[in-house]
Each structure stands twice: as C-alpha cells, then as structure tokens.
C-alpha cells in the first residue's frame, strides 16, 4: 500500500484517538450532567451514562489501536497472514462490547425516561432514534468484520498453501 495513505491513516486514527481523550474528560462528563440537570428522570442516570461512555469510548480507542497494527502489517506487507487475525478478533470484540454498551443505554434511557413529561415533550424521541440508528450501525459494523474476518481468514489459507507448495 502507498506510504502516503498508511501515513494519512494513520493521523487520522491518531486524531481519533485523541478526539476519544477529549470526550473521556470533557464531553462525556458534560453531557451525562446536562441529562441529569435538564430531566428530573436522568438525574439518577448520570454515574452509569458516564461509565458506560467512557468504557464506550475505551473501545473505540482499543479498536483504532488495533487497526493501527493493521495498517502497519499492511505497509510491511505481511496484513494477509496470520499476525492480522487477533487484530481483526480484537476490533470485533470491541465493536461486540460497544454495542453491548450502546444497546444498555437505550435500555436504560427509555425506561427512565418513559414517564417523564417534560423529556417527552422536547427530545425522547429523538434521543430514542438517534440511539437505535447508532446500535443498527454498530451491527452492520460487526457483521462487516465478520466478513472481513472471513476474507481474511480465505487469504491466510491460501498463502499458507503456496508457500507449502513452494
């Protein structure tokens, strides 16, 4: 692969991963307390949206941190063997726990937030949508590492078998 597109990847992830740094500290603390100042029925749901956040955001930085490798087998030219697949497992198992994650807010924000008229009125549902597009979006993401883990796991095979044959 080009040097130039690994490099452009890389900072990418890079400021991705530094983008997560500043939602861990900032961000994800500022908006569980706003949920918890602007609905009465959030206020006991500030502590579990902040861990679950942070923890979601551990993922994503794991996630890159792996595909980090990834780019870096792939600049050496060794991403289709065997040293690939517990990245690829790793980015998987991130986006399994992110989506474990994502789907336990859901749970938790509309069921806390059913009865309160005021979160009705104003942003339930939207929250409720945004929420459910975000975790089909993580099981699409999932499923394509399935396939990607598959393609991989045909390409290993098949290199596996030439140099056998060589």
Not at 101 to 114: A, P, Q, R
Request: glycine share 6%; hydrophobic share 60%; proline share 2%.
């Amino acid at each position: 692969m080009n040097k130039w597109v690994l490099l452009g990847l890389k900072v990418i992830i890079a400021l991705v991963w530094l983008a997560c740094l500043w939602s861990q500290t900032f961000a994800a603390p500022i908006l569980s307390e706003a949920m918890a100042g602007l609905y009465s029925s959030q206020v006991a749901m500030r502590w579990p949206y902040l861990i679950m956040g942070i923890l979601f955001l551990v993922c994503v930085e794991i996630a890159f941190a792996t595909v980090w490798r990834l780019l870096s087998l792939s600049g050496s030219g060794t991403v289709f063997t065997a040293k690939a697949m517990p990245c690829v497992n790793w980015v998987l198992g991130c986006a399994a726990i992110a989506t474990a994650l994502t789907v336990l807010v859901s749970l938790c924000f509309l069921i806390s937030g059913w009865h309160d008229a005021t979160m009705q009125a104003m942003d339930y549902y939207t929250i409720a949508l945004v929420l459910g597009v975000a975790v089909l979006a993580e099981i699409g993401f999932m499923l394509l590492m399935v396939v990607m883990k598959g393609l991989l796991r045909v390409a290993t095979d098949q290199s596996s078998e030439l140099e056998q044959v060589i």
